[in-house]
C-alpha cells in the first residue's frame, strides 16, 4: 500500500469521528461516545406479540379484512378482484445522513439488517426484503463482519434482493453525469464482488427529481428498470404516468415506474388510476412539460388494467424497517387474499413487461413539483459539490497522463482518488447536497471537503515531483484538462516563485512576465493583484493574472522573471462605471451598480443587450414555509418581495486597471439587520465574458436572495446543461406542468437567444444551480435562509446540544445559510443561438466557455530535487478532439477490472451527432495496443475492436452520446 493510500485512509478514518473539535456549523463540540446504541423498540417481546400472539393475530385479521372491504369499495368493484396481484416486498429507506449523523447511520443499518435477515429466516419460502446503498454494506462489512456474511446467505438464497446499484441514493438532479456515472460504477462493482449479481432495477425512492440525463446512465450501466415514488409528491398537477418509457436526452429509454410507497396506491388510486391503464391498442403518447398530460385519459383504455401493482412497504427515512408489525399485517394479507403475495421488486417489472408495447413515453425530466428550494438552500455546499466534481476530473485526468508519460500503471493514484470519489458521492446523498440535514451533519461534511483537499494535494505534489520543463529555470507547470486549446485566464499566487517576495503599499507583488513552453518559448506579461480579504470565502491570495494560449490536454512548463519591464500593449480601458476589452463593453448605473448597458462588437451591431436598469442586482423574497421549510420555497414568493434598496449606502469604486484585466467593484448594505454585499465586475483582454463575484456577510434569516438579468432577446426558450447533455425549457409556460417548474435548475449555464438564433445571453456558473426565468428576463438564485429542520428524537446529537447548553448556555444555529456567502458567475453576450448558429450549424461558444469557467488551469509546482527520473514536458497537446460537438469527460483507468487499461469517455456536447477523430500525442498512441467501446461500468459492449488509425481513433457519437472507450495498454 502506497504512502499516499495510507494518508487517504487515515484522512478517512478521522473524518468519521473528530473528537474535540467545534463543529463548523453547528459550533457544537463533538461528542465521542463509542458506547451509543441505536435504539430499537422491535424487541423480542414484540416480534413474539406479532408472530406468534393469537388474540394479536385474531385482532389483525379483523383489521385487515376491514381494509380489504375498503379497497374492494373503492378499486375491486371496478376490477376483476381475481385477476388483480399485488407484489408484497418489504424495504426500509435509510437516510446516510439527515436528522441524524453518519455515524449513527452505520447503527441503524446494522438494526435494519438484522431485522431483514430475522424476517428472511422466519419466512424462508415468502420473505423477500429489497436492499439497495453499497455504501450501507460497506459500513456492516467494517462493523459488523458477521451480520455482512448472513446478508449474503439470505441474498442467495433469495430472501434478501439487492436492488438499485449506485452507491448511495444521491440528489438526481445535481451531481454531474461523471458523478453520477461513479456512483453506479462503485455501487455495481461492489454488488458483483461480493454478492456476484448485479441488479437490474435502480432504486430512487426519495431524490427530489431526476435528470434527463439518467436514462442513458442507467441504461449503459446494468440498470432495465427505475422506480420511485417522489413525483407522487407533486403539489400543483397530479404527475399521471405510473408505467411508462421514461426517455433521456440522448434517447435512451428505460422501463420506470412511478407510484406511493406501502399501500399509498390503494389510498391515492382515483388520483393515479389513469397510469395503470395501458395505451389502447396502435396508440403513441409522447409526454413532456410542454403538453398538458391531463390529456392521457384520453388514450388509455379504461376497461383495462395493467393488474399488477407493487407494494414496496416498510418503516423508512430512519430505517427500522419493516417492523416486526408491518410483516404480520403483511402476511395476513397474504393468508386472506389470493391476489396478494410476496414478490420480488425484479419480478414485479418482468411481469408488467408485457404490456410494454402500449406503455406511454415521457421524454423529458421528471421535476418535483416541491421541495424546489433544495436546489439553492446551504449555498456552501452547493459550491464545494461543484469544485470537487471539477477536481476530481481534472486530477484524474492529470495523473493517468502522468502514469501513461512514465508507463507505470501503479502511479495512478486509482485507490486515492477511489476514496475521494467516494466521498464526494456519500455527500452527494438527497438529505446532503439539498442541504436539508441538520447542522452537526455538515460539521462533518465540512471536514470531509478540508480532508478531501489535502489528499488531492498529496495526489498533485507527488507528480509534481516527477515532471521537470526545458529548462531549470521552470517553476511551475499549467495543466489543461480541457480536450481543446484555450486561451485561458490563469492565476498565479505568489508562493509559486520561491522566497519572500516584497509587496507595494496596496499589497501587491512586483511586476513581472512570464515565460513558458508551448511547445516553443513565449512570453507574456502579467499583471500583479492583492490578496482578497482574509474574511471572505476562498479569499485569493496576492499573485498575477495572466492570458496565455494553452493546447489541448496539455501539461506546460512555465516561470516568472520578476521586475521586468515588458510593452503593456494596450491597457482594458476602464473608469469608475465602465469597462471596455474592444470585444465588450459594461455600463453601470452611478446610483446602484445595476448594469445599464452590455455590448458586444460581434453582435447586433453593438447595439445594448439589456433592457432596463436593473441587472445584476439583488432582489429578496420571503423565504417562509410552514411545511418543509428548508426543502420548500414561500408559495407563490414572487408575490412576497422583500422592499431591498439598491441605491442606499452604495459606494463605487474603479478597483484594478490594467492590460491583462479590469475590476469595478460595488459595496453595499441591503436588508435588516444590513447586511454588506460585495459585487466584483471584471472584464478580461479578449475574453467576452464578465465575470462576476458577489461576496456578502448574510444575516438576515428566511429570505431568498437572487441577482436578475434583464436581456433584450426577447427569448421564448431556455436552454441549460444537465448530466451528458442539454435541454430546453419554454420561457412562456402554458401548460400547468409546465407553470409549476417556475424554479429550474442548471449545472453550468443556462442561456437566453434571440428567437432566430441570431444571438444570446448565457450565464455561466461556478457554484449555483436553481434559476428563474420569464422571455427575456432571468434570475440567478444565490442565498435561501430558512430554519434548520429539528434533529429526530432519537438522534445523537441531544446530548451534544445538551452538553454545549449546560457548558456554554448556547445553542446550536437555528437558521441556515447566515454567514459569509460567494459566489462566481459571468454572463457571456456570444454570436448565434446556445448549441447552434443561426444557420443550424454546431456553436460550442457556450459549452466549452462553461467547461473553461469551472476547469481553471491547474498548477504544479516543480521541486527543486533532482532526479533522472522526471519528465520533461512542453505543452504539446495530448489528447486532442477534432470536433467541436464533443468534449473528453474522464480519462481514468478501468476500474472494472485492474487490468492496467485505461477508459476515455467522449460526450457529444451539442445535440446534433456525427464523427468524431480522437487524437493522442505520439507518445500515448505507441503504448495503445487496440482500441474498443465499453459500457459506463467499464465492461466490454462487443468482441468488435475499433480500428486504431496512426494518431488515434474515429467514432460516431449520437447526439448527447457519452460513450466509453477502452484504451487496451501494451
Given at each position: 500500500?502506497?504512502?499516499?493510500?495510507?494518508?487517504?485512509?487515515?484522512?478517512?478514518?478521522?473524518?468519521?469521528?473528530?473528537?474535540?473539535?467545534?463543529?463548523?456549523?453547528?459550533?457544537?463540540?463533538?461528542?465521542?461516545?463509542?458506547?451509543?446504541?441505536?435504539?430499537?423498540?422491535?424487541?423480542?417481546?414484540?416480534?413474539?406479540?406479532?408472530?406468534?400472539?393469537?388474540?394479536?393475530?385474531?385482532?389483525?385479521?379483523?383489521?385487515?379484512?376491514?381494509?380489504?372491504?375498503?379497497?374492494?369499495?373503492?378499486?375491486?368493484?371496478?376490477?376483476?378482484?381475481?385477476?388483480?396481484?399485488?407484489?408484497?416486498?418489504?424495504?426500509?429507506?435509510?437516510?446516510?445522513?439527515?436528522?441524524?449523523?453518519?455515524?449513527?447511520?452505520?447503527?441503524?443499518?446494522?438494526?435494519?439488517?438484522?431485522?431483514?435477515?430475522?424476517?428472511?429466516?422466519?419466512?424462508?419460502?415468502?420473505?423477500?426484503?429489497?436492499?439497495?446503498?453499497?455504501?450501507?454494506?460497506?459500513?456492516?462489512?467494517?462493523?459488523?463482519?458477521?451480520?455482512?456474511?448472513?446478508?449474503?446467505?439470505?441474498?442467495?438464497?433469495?430472501?434478501?434482493?439487492?436492488?438499485?446499484?449506485?452507491?448511495?441514493?444521491?440528489?438526481?438532479?445535481?451531481?454531474?453525469?461523471?458523478?453520477?456515472?461513479?456512483?453506479?460504477?462503485?455501487?455495481?462493482?461492489?454488488?458483483?464482488?461480493?454478492?456476484?449479481?448485479?441488479?437490474?432495477?435502480?432504486?430512487?425512492?426519495?431524490?427530489?427529481?431526476?435528470?434527463?440525463?439518467?436514462?442513458?446512465?442507467?441504461?449503459?450501466?446494468?440498470?432495465?428498470?427505475?422506480?420511485?415514488?417522489?413525483?407522487?409528491?407533486?403539489?400543483?398537477?397530479?404527475?399521471?404516468?405510473?408505467?411508462?418509457?421514461?426517455?433521456?436526452?440522448?434517447?435512451?429509454?428505460?422501463?420506470?415506474?412511478?407510484?406511493?410507497?406501502?399501500?399509498?396506491?390503494?389510498?391515492?388510486?382515483?388520483?393515479?388510476?389513469?397510469?395503470?391503464?395501458?395505451?389502447?391498442?396502435?396508440?403513441?403518447?409522447?409526454?413532456?412539460?410542454?403538453?398538458?398530460?391531463?390529456?392521457?385519459?384520453?388514450?388509455?383504455?379504461?376497461?383495462?388494467?395493467?393488474?399488477?401493482?407493487?407494494?414496496?412497504?416498510?418503516?423508512?427515512?430512519?430505517?427500522?424497517?419493516?417492523?416486526?408489525?408491518?410483516?404480520?399485517?403483511?402476511?395476513?394479507?397474504?393468508?386472506?387474499?389470493?391476489?396478494?403475495?410476496?414478490?420480488?421488486?425484479?419480478?414485479?417489472?418482468?411481469?408488467?413487461?408485457?404490456?410494454?408495447?402500449?406503455?406511454?413515453?415521457?421524454?423529458?425530466?421528471?421535476?418535483?413539483?416541491?421541495?424546489?428550494?433544495?436546489?439553492?438552500?446551504?449555498?456552501?455546499?452547493?459550491?464545494?459539490?461543484?469544485?470537487?466534481?471539477?477536481?476530481?476530473?481534472?486530477?484524474?485526468?492529470?495523473?493517468?497522463?502522468?502514469?501513461?508519460?512514465?508507463?507505470?500503471?501503479?502511479?495512478?493514484?486509482?485507490?486515492?482518488?477511489?476514496?475521494?470519489?467516494?466521498?464526494?458521492?456519500?455527500?452527494?446523498?438527497?438529505?446532503?447536497?439539498?442541504?436539508?440535514?441538520?447542522?452537526?451533519?455538515?460539521?462533518?461534511?465540512?471536514?470531509?471537503?478540508?480532508?478531501?483537499?489535502?489528499?488531492?494535494?498529496?495526489?498533485?505534489?507527488?507528480?509534481?515531483?516527477?515532471?521537470?520543463?526545458?529548462?531549470?529555470?521552470?517553476?511551475?507547470?499549467?495543466?489543461?484538462?480541457?480536450?481543446?486549446?484555450?486561451?485561458?485566464?490563469?492565476?498565479?499566487?505568489?508562493?509559486?516563485?520561491?522566497?519572500?517576495?516584497?509587496?507595494?503599499?496596496?499589497?501587491?507583488?512586483?511586476?513581472?512576465?512570464?515565460?513558458?513552453?508551448?511547445?516553443?518559448?513565449?512570453?507574456?506579461?502579467?499583471?500583479?493583484?492583492?490578496?482578497?480579504?482574509?474574511?471572505?470565502?476562498?479569499?485569493?491570495?496576492?499573485?498575477?493574472?495572466?492570458?496565455?494560449?494553452?493546447?489541448?490536454?496539455?501539461?506546460?512548463?512555465?516561470?516568472?522573471?520578476?521586475?521586468?519591464?515588458?510593452?503593456?500593449?494596450?491597457?482594458?480601458?476602464?473608469?469608475?462605471?465602465?469597462?471596455?476589452?474592444?470585444?465588450?463593453?459594461?455600463?453601470?448605473?452611478?446610483?446602484?451598480?445595476?448594469?445599464?448597458?452590455?455590448?458586444?462588437?460581434?453582435?447586433?451591431?453593438?447595439?445594448?443587450?439589456?433592457?432596463?436598469?436593473?441587472?445584476?442586482?439583488?432582489?429578496?423574497?420571503?423565504?417562509?414555509?410552514?411545511?418543509?421549510?428548508?426543502?420548500?420555497?414561500?408559495?407563490?414568493?414572487?408575490?412576497?418581495?422583500?422592499?431591498?434598496?439598491?441605491?442606499?449606502?452604495?459606494?463605487?469604486?474603479?478597483?484594478?486597471?490594467g492590460p491583462i484585466f479590469a475590476t469595478i467593484e460595488v459595496q453595499r448594505t441591503l436588508g435588516n439587520p444590513k447586511n454588506s454585499v460585495t459585487q466584483r465586475y471584471t472584464l478580461f483582454k479578449g475574453r467576452k465574458e464578465i465575470f462576476l463575484d458577489y461576496i456578502a456577510e448574510w444575516q438576515q434569516p428566511q429570505v431568498m436572495l437572487k441577482v436578475g438579468l434583464q436581456s433584450a432577446t426577447n427569448a421564448n426558450r431556455c436552454t441549460t446543461d444537465v448530466m451528458f447533455g442539454a435541454i430546453e425549457h419554454s420561457t412562456v409556460p402554458e401548460t400547468p406542468a409546465d407553470k409549476a417548474r417556475f424554479e429550474k435548475i442548471c449545472h453550468k449555464f443556462y442561456d437566453l437567444s434571440t428567437l432566430s438564433n441570431e444571438w444570446g445571453i448565457a450565464t455561466l456558473s461556478q457554484d449555483k444551480y436553481a434559476f428563474s426565468v420569464t422571455n427575456g428576463d432571468s434570475s440567478l438564485t444565490m442565498l435561501r435562509s430558512p430554519p434548520y429542520f429539528p434533529a429526530s428524537p432519537e438522534a445523537w446529537v441531544h446530548e451534544e446540544r445538551a452538553k454545549r447548553k449546560e457548558k456554554y448556555g448556547t445553542e446550536v444555529p437555528e437558521y441556515s445559510g447566515l454567514g459569509p456567502l460567494r459566489s462566481q458567475y459571468a454572463y457571456l453576450s456570444h454570436k448565434g443561438g446556445s448549441l447552434l448558429t443561426q444557420d443550424e450549424k454546431p456553436n460550442p461558444v457556450v459549452r466549452r466557455a462553461a467547461e473553461e469557467f469551472n476547469q481553471p488551469v491547474q498548477l504544479l509546482k516543480i521541486t527543486s530535487e533532482r532526479d533522472e527520473e522526471k519528465t520533461q514536458v512542453v505543452g504539446k497537446s495530448l489528447i486532442?478532439?477534432?470536433?467541436?460537438?464533443?468534449?473528453?469527460?474522464?480519462?481514468?483507468?478501468?476500474?472494472?477490472?485492474?487490468?492496467?487499461?485505461?477508459?476515455?469517455?467522449?460526450?457529444?456536447?451539442?445535440?446534433?451527432?456525427?464523427?468524431?477523430?480522437?487524437?493522442?500525442?505520439?507518445?500515448?498512441?505507441?503504448?495503445?495496443?487496440?482500441?474498443?467501446?465499453?459500457?459506463?461500468?467499464?465492461?466490454?459492449?462487443?468482441?468488435?475492436?475499433?480500428?486504431?488509425?496512426?494518431?488515434?481513433?474515429?467514432?460516431?457519437?449520437?447526439?448527447?452520446?457519452?460513450?466509453?472507450?477502452?484504451?487496451?495498454?501494451?
Amino acid at each position: 500500500m502506497s504512502i499516499l493510500i495510507i494518508e487517504c485512509v487515515r484522512t478517512m478514518k478521522f473524518s468519521k469521528i473528530n473528537p474535540n473539535r467545534i463543529g463548523h456549523y453547528s459550533g457544537s463540540e463533538r461528542l465521542e461516545d463509542p458506547t451509543l446504541e441505536e435504539p430499537d423498540e422491535d424487541t423480542e417481546e414484540v416480534a413474539h406479540r406479532w408472530h406468534d400472539d393469537p388474540e394479536t393475530k385474531n385482532k389483525m385479521i379483523k383489521e385487515m379484512n376491514n381494509k380489504l372491504k375498503k379497497w374492494d369499495q373503492d378499486i375491486f368493484g371496478k376490477y376483476p378482484h381475481s385477476k388483480m396481484s399485488f407484489h408484497l416486498v418489504g424495504q426500509s429507506h435509510i437516510d446516510i445522513a439527515w436528522l441524524w449523523r453518519i455515524e449513527q447511520t452505520r447503527k441503524k443499518s446494522i438494526v435494519t439488517f438484522k431485522k431483514a435477515v430475522f424476517h428472511t429466516n422466519r419466512f424462508p419460502k415468502s420473505y423477500c426484503f429489497a436492499l439497495s446503498e453499497p455504501i450501507l454494506l460497506e459500513w456492516i462489512l467494517e462493523d459488523d463482519p458477521v451480520l455482512f456474511k448472513d446478508i449474503q446467505r439470505s441474498v442467495e438464497k433469495g430472501g434478501i434482493e439487492l436492488v438499485g446499484g449506485s452507491y448511495v441514493e444521491p440528489d438526481c438532479m445535481m451531481p454531474c453525469g461523471e458523478a453520477m456515472t461513479r456512483s453506479r460504477l462503485y455501487g455495481q462493482r461492489f454488488f458483483f464482488k461480493h454478492f456476484n449479481r448485479l441488479p437490474k432495477v435502480e432504486w430512487f425512492l426519495d431524490s427530489f427529481g431526476y435528470s434527463a440525463g439518467l436514462p442513458q446512465i442507467l441504461k449503459k450501466s446494468g440498470a432495465e428498470y427505475i422506480w420511485t415514488t417522489k413525483l407522487s409528491w407533486n403539489l400543483q398537477t397530479d404527475f399521471p404516468f405510473c408505467n411508462f418509457y421514461w426517455e433521456g436526452v440522448d434517447h435512451s429509454q428505460i422501463q420506470t415506474g412511478i407510484f406511493p410507497m406501502s399501500y399509498g396506491s390503494f389510498d391515492k388510486w382515483d388520483k393515479f388510476e389513469v397510469g395503470h391503464h395501458p395505451l389502447k391498442p396502435n396508440v403513441t403518447y409522447r409526454g413532456n412539460y410542454e403538453r398538458d398530460y391531463t390529456d392521457l385519459t384520453q388514450w388509455v383504455e379504461k376497461d383495462e388494467i395493467i393488474p399488477h401493482i407493487g407494494l414496496f412497504f416498510g418503516l423508512s427515512d430512519g430505517g427500522h424497517g419493516p417492523t416486526y408489525e408491518e410483516v404480520a399485517r403483511a402476511n395476513t394479507l397474504v393468508e386472506l387474499s389470493n391476489t396478494f403475495h410476496w414478490s420480488r421488486v425484479e419480478t414485479f417489472f418482468q411481469k408488467i413487461e408485457q404490456w410494454k408495447d402500449r406503455f406511454p413515453i415521457w421524454a423529458d425530466e421528471l421535476y418535483l413539483e416541491n421541495h424546489r428550494g433544495c436546489f439553492s438552500v446551504h449555498a456552501e455546499v452547493k459550491k464545494k459539490n461543484r469544485e470537487f466534481e471539477n477536481k476530481l476530473i481534472s486530477t484524474e485526468i492529470l495523473s493517468t497522463i502522468n502514469s501513461i508519460i512514465k508507463s507505470n500503471s501503479n502511479q495512478t493514484h486509482t485507490e486515492e482518488l477511489e476514496i475521494i470519489w467516494k466521498t464526494l458521492l456519500k455527500n452527494q446523498f438527497h438529505d446532503i447536497l439539498p442541504g436539508t440535514s441538520i447542522p452537526e451533519v455538515y460539521d462533518d461534511v465540512h471536514e470531509d471537503w478540508l480532508s478531501s483537499d489535502q489528499k488531492i494535494q498529496l495526489i498533485k505534489d507527488d507528480i509534481s515531483r516527477k515532471l521537470k520543463g526545458p529548462t531549470e529555470k521552470c517553476q511551475f507547470v499549467m495543466f489543461n484538462s480541457l480536450s481543446w486549446e484555450r486561451n485561458a485566464r490563469v492565476f498565479l499566487p505568489i508562493d509559486i516563485v520561491k522566497g519572500k517576495i516584497p509587496l507595494d503599499n496596496d499589497g501587491c507583488p512586483p511586476k513581472a512576465t512570464l515565460t513558458y513552453f508551448n511547445p516553443t518559448k513565449m512570453t507574456e506579461l502579467v499583471q500583479p493583484v492583492s490578496a482578497e480579504p482574509e474574511e471572505w470565502l476562498d479569499a485569493r491570495s496576492a499573485g498575477w493574472w495572466t492570458i496565455i494560449r494553452l493546447s489541448a490536454t496539455s501539461l506546460t512548463p512555465g516561470y516568472l522573471s520578476l521586475n521586468v519591464e515588458m510593452d503593456n500593449g494596450k491597457a482594458i480601458k476602464s473608469e469608475q462605471y465602465c469597462l471596455d476589452n474592444e470585444l465588450v463593453s459594461i455600463i453601470l448605473d452611478s446610483n446602484t451598480g445595476g448594469i445599464l448597458s452590455l455590448t458586444n462588437v460581434s453582435v447586433a451591431d453593438n447595439a445594448n443587450l439589456l433592457m432596463g436598469s436593473n441587472s445584476n442586482l439583488t432582489e429578496a423574497y420571503e423565504d417562509i414555509s410552514d411545511i418543509w421549510p428548508a426543502w420548500n420555497l414561500t408559495s407563490e414568493y414572487w408575490n412576497h418581495p422583500i422592499e431591498l434598496s439598491n441605491s442606499q449606502d452604495v459606494q463605487i469604486f474603479l478597483r484594478d486597471a490594467g492590460p491583462i484585466f479590469a475590476t469595478i467593484e460595488v459595496q453595499r448594505t441591503l436588508g435588516n439587520p444590513k447586511n454588506s454585499v460585495t459585487q466584483r465586475y471584471t472584464l478580461f483582454k479578449g475574453r467576452k465574458e464578465i465575470f462576476l463575484d458577489y461576496i456578502a456577510e448574510w444575516q438576515q434569516p428566511q429570505v431568498m436572495l437572487k441577482v436578475g438579468l434583464q436581456s433584450a432577446t426577447n427569448a421564448n426558450r431556455c436552454t441549460t446543461d444537465v448530466m451528458f447533455g442539454a435541454i430546453e425549457h419554454s420561457t412562456v409556460p402554458e401548460t400547468p406542468a409546465d407553470k409549476a417548474r417556475f424554479e429550474k435548475i442548471c449545472h453550468k449555464f443556462y442561456d437566453l437567444s434571440t428567437l432566430s438564433n441570431e444571438w444570446g445571453i448565457a450565464t455561466l456558473s461556478q457554484d449555483k444551480y436553481a434559476f428563474s426565468v420569464t422571455n427575456g428576463d432571468s434570475s440567478l438564485t444565490m442565498l435561501r435562509s430558512p430554519p434548520y429542520f429539528p434533529a429526530s428524537p432519537e438522534a445523537w446529537v441531544h446530548e451534544e446540544r445538551a452538553k454545549r447548553k449546560e457548558k456554554y448556555g448556547t445553542e446550536v444555529p437555528e437558521y441556515s445559510g447566515l454567514g459569509p456567502l460567494r459566489s462566481q458567475y459571468a454572463y457571456l453576450s456570444h454570436k448565434g443561438g446556445s448549441l447552434l448558429t443561426q444557420d443550424e450549424k454546431p456553436n460550442p461558444v457556450v459549452r466549452r466557455a462553461a467547461e473553461e469557467f469551472n476547469q481553471p488551469v491547474q498548477l504544479l509546482k516543480i521541486t527543486s530535487e533532482r532526479d533522472e527520473e522526471k519528465t520533461q514536458v512542453v505543452g504539446k497537446s495530448l489528447i486532442e478532439i477534432d470536433s467541436a460537438i464533443a468534449m473528453l469527460s474522464a480519462l481514468k483507468m478501468n476500474e472494472w477490472k485492474t487490468n492496467g487499461n485505461l477508459v476515455i469517455r467522449i460526450v457529444e456536447i451539442l445535440g446534433v451527432g456525427g464523427k468524431i477523430q480522437v487524437k493522442f500525442n505520439s507518445i500515448i498512441q505507441s503504448k495503445i495496443k487496440l482500441v474498443r467501446e465499453v459500457d459506463l461500468l467499464e465492461r466490454p459492449v462487443s468482441e468488435t475492436t475499433i480500428e486504431k488509425e496512426d494518431s488515434g481513433f474515429t467514432i460516431t457519437l449520437t447526439p448527447f452520446e457519452a460513450k466509453s472507450i477502452e484504451l487496451i495498454i501494451y
